[in-house]
Every structure is written in C-alpha cells, then in structure tokens.
C-alpha cells in the first residue's frame, strides 16, 4: 500500500500520527491476510510496535504485508512501513508489525484457514520464528 502523508495525517511537528500508521498497518496486514484466506477476519493480536524514525508530510509511506504463517484458524502477517521522500526518492525503514488474525464465519465461529505454501528457505525460518512468536503471545494471554 502507498499512500502521500497529507495535513490532516500529521501532529503539529507535521510527522505522521502514530495512530494512522497504526491503522494503515492493520489495513495493509488484513488485505494480506484476507487475499490468503478468502474469508471475514477478525484482528487477535498486534505485536510490540515501534516507530523508529518519523514520517513527514508530503513523504510517501510505503506498507509491504506478507503472511508468515499459518496455524489452525489464525494466521500471522508481518508488515514493514518505509518512508520515501518524493523528491529524492530517499527510502527508510520506519516499523515493522506482526500481527494475527482469526478465520471468522458470519456467525462469528472460527474457520479453519488453507496451508500456506512455504517454498525457500527464507519464509520456511520466517514461519519457524512465527511459531514461536505465537507461542509466546499465547503464553502471555495466558498470564492475562
Ligand atoms: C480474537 C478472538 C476471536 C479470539 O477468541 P478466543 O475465543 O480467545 O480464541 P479461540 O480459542 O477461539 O482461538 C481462535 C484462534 O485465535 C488464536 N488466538 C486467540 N487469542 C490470541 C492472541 N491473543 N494472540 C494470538 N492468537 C490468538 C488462537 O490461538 C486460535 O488460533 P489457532 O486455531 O490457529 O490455534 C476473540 O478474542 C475476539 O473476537 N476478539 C475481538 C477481535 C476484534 O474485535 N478485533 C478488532 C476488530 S477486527
């Protein structure tokens, strides 16, 4: 997803709200998740967020989703947020999210989501870290 940052996106220093990066990133993290699946989601869990460097007005904000791996009826999708400058073409990494989704019905029961085809060696250790980050969330869940 590319979107220019105007005015009405930013603080008074004029850098983007985190809370709209926030929400673009659920955006961009469902589209990946729901082009996957082909079916409703609902939104389970958001990872430890940071903001690394700010975005400006007039930048663009770049949102690279992928899903990472699949489990039974949830799914975790990563997305990294760059900025670009439009005049230099300059690009930066400003966060990266994990985030999990739940195959949902219409009467809100959970579907079993279809295989994700993990096919390099770069997505089959990005599934292996996926695994054990949901064991942790679950883990933490747990102590809630
Ligand atoms: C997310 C939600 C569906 C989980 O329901 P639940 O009854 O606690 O969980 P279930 O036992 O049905 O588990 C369903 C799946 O969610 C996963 N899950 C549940 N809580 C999770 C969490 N905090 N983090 C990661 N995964 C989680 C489970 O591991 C399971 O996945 P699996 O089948 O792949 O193993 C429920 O809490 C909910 O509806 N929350 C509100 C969602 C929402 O409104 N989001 C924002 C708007 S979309």
Redesign the pocket.
Known sequence: MVQVVLPNDANPLGFILGGTVMHLIDIAGAIACHRHTRTLL????VDGLEFLHPIKVGDLIILKARVTCV????LEVRVDVYSEETLTGRRQQTSRAFL?F?A?DSHGG?IPVAPLLVETDEERKECEAAQAR?RE??RR?GEV
């Open positions: 609902v939104t389970a869990a489990f039974r009826t949830s999990t739940v949902i959970r949901r969330r679950l869940k």
